[in-house]
């Protein structure tokens, strides 16, 4: 097994069936077989591609007016006094309140 | 058996900028409507592309400089993935292998050196309350306002030993971030975090090598356990010793220790289990693609550095080394920037008149014997004080009275030039009949004349004392028992 799909979906809070675990394991290992041609490439002598910006031309620290409250709330499947609602306890987890 | 506690400490410190960390929405929540400092960005609306804020950047590093740390040349961000509904993107923006500053150190009151790994830049995440009842019904309410809020994460290497250099280093932290205004850092705001990973060890079986504790021979290391939700420096101190006395007892009674995370109940003063700890590869960390690389001069870390004041530890140091004051003294006039200016202007004014080792130490004296107890919004003018100070040296007044003046005036709003004109008129008015008043309190205490004459020195006192009462202690005492010495004769 190259990956743990049960754990995989743990981590992101989905609760997959006996059958459905059976059935994306298998799945999700030809993906990541197929991907994997991509390790073998020797990328020894290759530069990172990723974008540069100099420290001077960054954001400078104003702000600006955000959205409303109400537009902010518009796509919550539930809220309560401006608050976006979310039911269920989540993982047995406290966070300050 | 013997253990040894090993503390790491990770304290997390919203910085103090006007946006958030990668938009433009404004940064103050507190007390603010939720869901009101929003935008496409901080709620994670598909399409959305976080920018990174300079001034957030700058206070990294310069908490970085406050603790010499090194500072990177070139700046990544990197996605830390968790599922939970305060992290809208299903991930946090931070940063995982380069930290921006890393390898720092900060000396403590007693002298020991905590060395710091590493302080990072990332985001905060939004606020849920959490309703739970015992029905099915249970639900968390959000408020977005915080996520997105610029955080650094300051992460010491496992080497304290104990839970009062911890609560040290957390206090200094606080200092310093205040002292160069990177962040109010005040705990029950949640604008400074502290979360201690602590394990007990036992003595002798282990070693500490480049941060990292390792096992010796077949010695196998006892897991850690992160402390979350301290809402206090004190509780810092509190949680660590709690911890400390679970882990032995447990350990002394056999039962298997497990690596995870317990929240500190304040009301309570225990730690309760919240989860086993998730370790770095579930947070699956991948360089962020929508950020690039920053590239920092080393002309743009000196202009940080130009923003460096000296440091409480420099001043407390100062302080004593040029001009004697008790260690005591100097750590509580050096705690906020404001007292320490405060003291070291008074010390210049009143070196106009007086030797700087006696102006700093008058300065000290009567901060904190008398200023520090009565000011409370209202800052005592600097010109008045040391113009009471002066008067004082001088013998023009007695410091008692000195005082009663300083709080009426505070207290009713008098101008303390005003009435110490007042006084030394009444003084002077004193000075003329002063040889009346002294001649009638003689005639009022045969007795005490007699003893004194006897040879009984001690009613010198008492004789003076009725002098000061009758003037209301506006006549210098000195002068007063010259006169009597004079009229005894």
């Known amino acids: 097994m190259i990956i743990d799909v049960k754990h995989t979906a743990e981590l992101s809070r989905i609760t997959l069936t006996p059958e459905e ?18 390790q073998d490439v020797d990328t020894d002598s290759v530069q990172p591609m990723k974008a540069h910006v100099k420290f001077e031309e960054l954001r400078e620290d104003i702000s600006q007016e955000s959205l409303t409250q109400e537009e902010v709330l518009r796509n919550a499947k539930h809220k309560e006094s401006g608050f976006v609602k979310v039911y269920g306890k989540v993982f047995g987890d406290i966070e300050e309140s | 058996m013997e253990y040894d506690t090993i503390i790491g400490l990770e304290i997390h410190v919203q910085t103090k900028t006007k946006s958030k960390m990668f938009c433009t929405c404004p940064t103050g929540y507190f007390q603010k409507e939720p869901n009101s400092h929003v935008c496409p960005v901080c709620m994670a609306l598909p399409g959305a ?3 990174p804020n300079k001034r957030a950047i700058e206070l990294c590093m310069l908490m970085g400089l406050a603790t010499n740390c090194t500072i990177a040349n070139e700046i990544f961000f990197d996605r830390k993935h968790y599922f939970y509904p305060d992290l809208p993107k299903g991930y946090q923006i931070s940063q995982y292998k380069n930290p921006i500053c890393s390898n720092g150190s900060v000396i403590l009151p007693n002298g020991f050196e905590v060395k710091i790994e590493r302080i990072h830049q990332e985001e905060d995440v939004a606020k849920s309350t959490h309703h739970t009842s015992t029905s099915e019904s249970d639900y968390s ?14 992460v010491t290497k496992p080497c304290i030993r104990n ?3 911890a609560k040290d280093f957390a206090t200094q932290i606080r200092q310093i971030a205040r002292y160069l205004n990177i962040s109010d850092a005040d705990m029950e705001k949640g604008q400074m975090r502290c979360e201690p990973n602590i394990s007990i060890q036992e003595k002798g079986r282990w070693e500490e090598k480049d941060g990292m504790i390792l096992p010796l021979g077949d010695y196998k290391l006892n897991p850690k356990v992160e402390v979350k939700n301290i809402g206090s420096i004190t509780a810092v101190e509190k949680a660590i010793e709690f911890e400390v006395a679970r882990l032995t007892k447990d350990l002394e009674e056999g039962k298997p220790l497990i690596q995870q995370t317990r929240g500190w109940n304040a009301n309570k003063n225990v730690t309760e289990f919240q989860r086993s700890k998730e370790t770095a590869d579930d947070y699956r960390y991948m360089p962020e693609p929508d950020i690039p690389v920053i590239e920092v001069s080393n002309e743009d870390i000196e202009r940080v550095k130009s923003e460096l004041v000296e440091l409480p530890h420099e ?39 007086l ?15 008398t200023v520090f107890a009565l000011e409370g919004d209202k800052e005592i003018d600097m010109n008045d004080l040391s113009l009471l100070i002066m008067k004082f040296k001088e013998g023009k007044i007695t410091k008692g009275k000195a005082e009663e003046m300083l709080k009426d005036c505070i207290s009713n709003n008098k101008d303390i ?26 005639d009022n205490n045969p007795k005490a004349v007699t003893d004194y004459k006897g040879g009984k020195e001690a009613t010198m006192g008492f004789l003076v004392g009725q002098v000061m009462q009758k003037t209301k202690g506006a006549s210098n005492p000195n002068d007063v028992k010259n006169i009597l010495i004079e009229l005894l004769k």
């Open chain 1, 21 to 38: 675990l059976e059935k994306f394991t298998p799945q999700m290992e030809t993906i990541l077989e197929s991907v994997s041609v991509l």
């Open chain 2, 355 to 369: 030797e700087p080792k006696v102006a700093a130490q008058e300065a000290a004296n009567w901060l904190m014997g």
């Open chain 2, 315 to 353: 001043k407390i140091a100062r302080y004593m080394n040029d001009w004697d004051i008790s260690q005591y003294a100097a750590e509580v006039i050096s705690a906020s920037r404001k007292d320490a200016s405060y003291f070291e202007n008074l010390q210049k004014l009143l070196s106009e008149k």
């Open chain 2, 141 to 154: 309410l959000i408020d977005y306002n915080k996520s997105g809020v610029p955080l650094i994460e300051i």
């Open chain 2, 49 to 51: 592309l976080p920018v």
């Open chain 2, 163 to 165: 839970a009062k250099d």
């Open chain 2, 417 to 442: 030039s005003d009435e110490l004109d007042m006084f030394e008129k009444e003084s002077s008015q004193n000075a003329g009949n002063i040889q009346d008043i002294v001649k009638e309190v003689l």
